[in-house]
């Protein structure tokens, strides 16, 4: 049985993509180990079909975090059994890189986003020329890799002239529907809480709306969004959940009336992005409200599950009322949810990752 080890930079407990990528690839007879790392806050560790391993860390953020990361993954590759390494996102890669190197190991690359134009990149040059130069060392090094949507494939290989496959983000396909609790419905927003994500705009959309706005998860900008909400007297229409774990996570935007997926066009990161929040709302069964961006416009032009907006608050307030008022438009857009989550659906993709991994199991080094 070979072991493939995936590191992040997170605390595993939140995230959900790792957990079905490797759940998948556990239960498909691959040995897999999760490696990330522990904060002060960090939950106890679910038990899953695959082994997980947090390393303690002394800084928590900036460029010594970073260091201090890849240095203690380095020597935690070089002594862990393992056949493939998988960096994902560009904040591993180094160690994954050299590691796999001297121990002659397969290695994989998997890049759930455009790293160098992330919204915290993007705006600061000299951060953003160093993340391009490791970038451009490495990746077109690699044999193995893949990314969240044809956007992003398109970019690498143009850049890199390295092959990457296509392996989205989607919600697991579910038998049971939830009930919804109509008579209060609210509008739900999961994930991170971080800047260029839409959240200044959907609180000030909630001043001319009467229903909730449920935000869940957490991030660099909570505090001055709870700011914001009490200066605009919004403390009885926006809720702060902080992080959920998975299970709580699927039960709020289950019961939820809206999504909201709003990005800022700020990097490519964004602008190319296929968030699994999209996935998520369409297998709650429920409409979104969603950002024109190319990735989205193309799914929905396919199965018509959201309405496009743009990121301004009265446009946001104007498209909620829209749904609000018009139960047709509504009713219609979460009956094409139903159609949608049938294609679009983790047992689908999930066959491509485990071909993939077969296949890089299989290579010649």
């Known amino acids: 049985m070979s072991r493939i080890v995936f590191t992040v930079t997170n605390d595993l407990s939140y995230d959900q993509r ?144 390295v092959s990457f496959e296509v392996i989205r983000n989607m919600s697991s396909l579910r038998e049971k529907e939830v009930a919804k609790d109509i008579e209060d419905p609210y509008i739900v927003y999961a994930g991170a809480v971080n800047e260029g994500r839409g959240l200044d705009e959907c609180i000030e959309a909630m001043q001319f709306l009467d229903c909730k706005l449920m935000i869940c998860g957490d991030g660099d900008i909570m505090e001055r969004l709870r700011d914001k909400v009490q200066a605009l007297s919004l403390s009885e229409k926006v809720v702060f959940t902080g992080y959920l774990t998975p299970k709580e996570l699927t039960k709020k935007i289950n019961n939820a009336w809206l999504g909201v997926l709003l990005l800022e066009n700020k990097g490519l990161s964004y602008y190319y992005s296929l968030a699994n929040k999209f996935f998520d709302y369409i297998h709650a069964g429920i409409p979104q409200l969603t950002v024109g961006f190319p990735e989205y416009r193309i799914l929905n032009a396919k199965h018509e599950v959201a309405l496009l907006t743009p990121l301004d608050p009265s446009e946001i307030a104007k498209n909620v009322k829209r749904l609000l008022d018009d139960k047709e438009l509504y009713d219609k857009l979460a009956s094409n949810t139903l159609l949608a989550r049938k294609e679009w659906n983790w047992q689908n993709e999930a066959k491509k990752l485990v071909d993939f991994y077969k296949k890089v199991d299989q290579a010649n080094m």
């Open 18 to 161: 790792m957990d079905r990528i490797c759940s998948t690839l556990a239960l498909n007879g691959f040995d897999v180990l999760l490696v990330g790392r522990r904060r002060k806050k960090s939950i106890s560790l679910e038990k899953r079909p695959y082994k997980q391993a947090r390393m303690p860390m002394f800084f928590s953020e900036g460029k010594l975090f970073y260091l201090e990361y890849n240095f203690r993954l380095f020597f935690k590759l070089l002594f862990t059994r393992t056949d493939i390494i998988c960096a994902i996102d560009l904040d591993t890669i180094l160690p994954c890189y050299w590691v796999a190197k001297l121990r002659r190991k397969k290695q994989v690359y998997d890049a759930h986003e455009y790293f160098t134009e992330v919204i915290e990149v993007v705006g600061r040059p000299m951060v953003k020329k160093m993340w391009k130069l490791l970038e451009r060392s490495i990746v077109p090094k690699l044999t193995f890799a893949y990314t969240v949507n044809e956007s992003l494939k398109q970019l690498y290989e143009k850049e890199y002239d």
